[in-house]
């Protein structure tokens, strides 16, 4: 398959729910959708309940039909059997069959995916320590606990080596030391050249993870970019200074707003020519500065005001 | 779809029915007939538990004044064991249904619940693969327990009971072929619904409907056999019941026979084990299905000439024994009576009814000197409509006394039946005698298969029809 075309590829793609029996009505769930996911990629989906995500995420998938529009993965129709080999899914809200244990889900699903015996006693055994889940695999699914399973979850799938892996609300239900491990596996996969796509509420993951991030509201992509992109300079600066001055304040006079002074320097809301103004000040005192960060919205200050602009715009 | 993905689904259904609860008390349940015949053997010296201990020593001889000989005894075990697993295995069979049925719906709607549905749709498997497989994983279900239940009966009465029987086998096929029916339309209640209780409450009230339409089916279908055999008038009818015969037509056409699993089994080992039968005679109903060792057949016999000979050379080389079945043309009814009175007259003996099938007839046993030579003579008479038949037995008195000679009297009239001509075959048919591969439609065994499986085919394509339009 050429590893030029995008990972994931969709145009004009629509679900409507409950339409009436001439096409009419009906919830609109996917609105007119238009994306590409690069491969190598790990990319975001973000938005708030009911935006669509799972929505797309299934028509990706051919567990919901789509309305209108096309999708492709790998460069083939998401139906292909022989793509849907090479796509990994961890589903949020899981149910895996209880009556198997750890290993034998695996090995089933592996075989699903095509794998051959031999491949899969390799495989087996690599994803369960990549998991963390080699001590428990050979209990039942049904004595697992919601994290043990989630982690279960991801092995699978992981199984069959996937060029895509879509995880849907990968970290649920995990704790802190496994929130860290899916990082670190997210992070080893695009290493790999894995494309990753992410679908989860949980911002700072996504911040922490992905390359790119699509933000979707109502069904509509409303946003698209870097996290850079997605997260603009909110005008306040960091100052780091060599020692700070007990007479700072009368230093700064009234420049700027929001002083809040910390261990090591002080944070203000500057304009452009007050940032030259504040460093001149301080080195006229004598002050020697150590250094200058200037902060951004962090990706779920900068998803709260989209969302909340968005509602606001529909509602108007 | 790949051998891999087929073995993965087919051991998926395995792990699947061995863990279910269900399937493990039913499996307990259903070694216990096995266990039964295990440990209590049915001979004809009594009931015995574990070898051991003697009960009721005269179960099979009980109410006869002068208790049978050693081989009728064996006959009469037989005839007893046949009845018992009968009724063993007709018990189960109902109760394999229901409960295999209550314990297998829920494979579908468990495969469709949020969360397991996105996991396993989402793999490179067609719908209706796995739709498919749960489908297998109920037959596995149910052929588990049928090989449990009857190889353990089977097992059981062999080792025991000494009571060998290969065709209890049958039965295996038979339950499988009538769950695979219920089955599908569990299925499709499953995923119309994707409600493990929805299913199971539908299964269970379809059941009794469908067997309720087949029954007065097969009621309706005998009366009207009947009436056409035996030129009966046809009686007035109502509208009603007229339309209702049209449903009960057209129901056996489309609807699940699965009820037909006995009787297909049936058919089929008597085809398999059908031999060519020595003389058959359609207007009389008479049927002898094999010369009994030592007897040997006149082949330019004719029934309605001079009558058919079989002949048995006298052991020790002096004389033969003979049987003779021959047919003439009667004028009248009640010419039996008038035969049987001249017979009576001449001989000096009087007749014992005898009942040859479904046929009462006459029976006369005297002894006859010819020469220095004393002759042992039998003759049946027994009139079918306005054929009379006579069999004649005549061997020489003292060898014909003899039990092996005996033996052979007794072999030879248990090899012929006689079940009458056709109006009075159709007067006592039962639905089960006229099932037959040859068959009319309403009672045609092909037919029967044939619709059964398109049933099969039908629902689950509906299911699976279904099943593609569903959105996770």
């Known amino acids: ?316 | 779809m790949n051998r891999a993905i087929v073995r993965a689904l087919l051991r998926d259904a395995y792990y699947q029915v061995v863990d279910n609860l269900g399937f493990r008390i039913l499996l307990v349940l259903f070694l216990l007939p096995g266990l039964f015949f295990l440990l209590v053997s049915f001979r004809t010296d009594g009931i015995w538990v574990v070898g051991t201990w003697q009960l009721y020593p005269d179960w099979l001889t009980s109410g006869r004044a002068t208790p049978p000989n050693a081989e009728a005894l064996e006959q009469l075990l037989q005839m007893r064991l046949d009845n018992i697993v009968d009724s063993v295995l007709s018990v189960f069979d109902l109760f394999a249904s229901v409960f295999a049925i209550a314990a297998v719906s829920f494979f579908v709607p468990q495969m469709l619940e949020r969360g397991g549905a996105d996991v396993v749709f989402s793999k490179p498997v067609s719908r209706l693969a796995l739709y498919l497989s749960r489908y297998v994983a109920g037959l596995a279900f149910v052929s588990l327990l049928a090989v449990v239940l009857i190889g353990g009966v089977f097992s059981g009465l062999w080792l025991a009971s000494g009571y060998f029987q290969p065709r209890l086998m049958w039965a295996i096929p038979a339950l499988v072929y009538g769950f695979a029916s219920l089955h599908a339309i569990s299925c499709l209640f499953g995923v119309l619904t994707r409600s493990s209780i929805a299913a199971i409450l539908l299964t269970v009230v379809f059941m009794p409907i469908n067997y309720g339409l087949h029954k007065a089916f097969e009621e309706h279908a005998v009366e009207q056999h009947v009436a056409a055999a035996t030129d009966k008038p046809a009686k007035p009818v109502s509208a009603a019941s007229a339309a209702f015969a049209v449903v009960l037509d057209a129901y056996h056409l489309v609807g699940p026979k699965n009820g037909d699993g006995e009787r297909i089994a049936k058919a089929l080992r008597e085809r398999l084990d059908y031999v060519e039968p020595e003389f058959v005679d359609e207007d009389l109903g008479l049927t002898i299905d094999a010369s009994p060792e030592g007897f040997r057949r006149e082949p330019r016999s004719a029934l309605r000439q001079d009558g058919l000979t079989w002949l048995a050379p006298h052991p020790d080389g002096g004389g033969e024994a003979s049987w003779r079945f021959k047919a003439e043309s009667v004028e009248r009814a009640g010419e039996l009576s008038a035969v049987s009175k001249a017979l009576r007259k001449e001989l000096g003996v009087d007749s014992k009814p005898t009942i040859i099938g479904e046929i009462t007839g006459r029976r006369f046993e005297w002894t006859e000197q010819r020469g220095q030579e004393s002759r042992l003579r039998r003759r049946w008479l027994v009139q079918i409509n306005d054929e009379l038949l006579t069999v004649d037995y005549d061997a020489e008195a003292a060898w014909a006394a003899r039990e092996d000679s005996e033996r052979m009297a007794r072999a030879f009239t248990s090899a012929w039946q006689l079940e009458g001509d056709a109006k009075r075959r159709a007067r006592t048919a039962s639905y089960d005698e006229l099932f037959a591969w040859d068959a009319p439609w309403r009672f045609n065994s092909v037919l029967s298969i044939l619709t059964t499986l398109l049933f099969i085919a039908l629902t689950l394509a509906l299911g699976w029809w279904k099943l593609s339009r569903i959105d996770f």
């Open chain 1, 1 to 316: 398959m050429d590893r030029s075309t995008p990972a994931v590829s969709v145009r004009g793609l629509s679900k409507v729910y409950g339409r009436g029996l001439f096409g009419g009505g009906g919830f609109r769930a996917v609105d007119e959708l238009t994306l590409e996911v690069g491969r190598g990629q790990v990319f975001g989906l973000l938005g708030p309940n009911g935006a669509g995500k799972t929505t797309l995420v299934k028509m990706l998938l051919g567990l919901a039909r789509p309305t209108s529009g096309e999708a492709q993965l790998l460069g083939a129709p998401v139906g292909d059997p022989l793509v849907r080999r090479k796509i990994g899914y961890l589903p949020e809200g899981h149910r895996f069959p209880p009556y198997l244990t750890g290993v034998q889900m695996l090995n089933l699903f592996g075989e699903m995916c095509g794998c051959e015996r031999d491949k899969l006693a390799r495989r087996v055994p690599e994803v369960l320590e990549l998991v963390g889940m080699r001590d428990a695999a050979k209990r039942k699914l049904r004595e697992f606990s919601k994290g043990m399973t989630q982690r279960m979850g991801l092995a699978q799938a992981l199984i069959h080596e996937p060029e895509l892996i879509i995880l849907d609300e990968p970290t649920d239900g995990v704790d802190p030391v496994g929130r860290a491990a899916v990082r670190q596996i997210v992070q080893g996969l695009k290493e790999r050249g894995v494309t990753v796509f992410i679908n989860s509420h949980l911002l700072q993951e996504v911040e922490l993870i992905c390359d790119r991030v699509v933000i979707m509201v109502k069904g509509k992509l409303v946003r698209e970019g870097a996290i850079e992109d997605l997260t603009p300079r909110n005008g306040r600066y960091r100052f780091e200074l060599a020692s700070v001055p007990p007479n700072l304040r009368v230093i700064l006079g009234d420049l700027g707003a929001g002083f809040d002074a910390h261990e090591r320097g002080f944070e203000l809301q500057l304009s452009d020519a007050e940032l030259d103004q504040c460093i001149d000040l301080l080195r006229a005192a004598g002050v020697s500065i150590r250094g200058i960060l200037a902060r951004r919205l962090n990706l779920e200050q900068a998803f709260i005001q989209l969302v909340k602009a968005q509602q606001q715009g529909g509602a108007k």
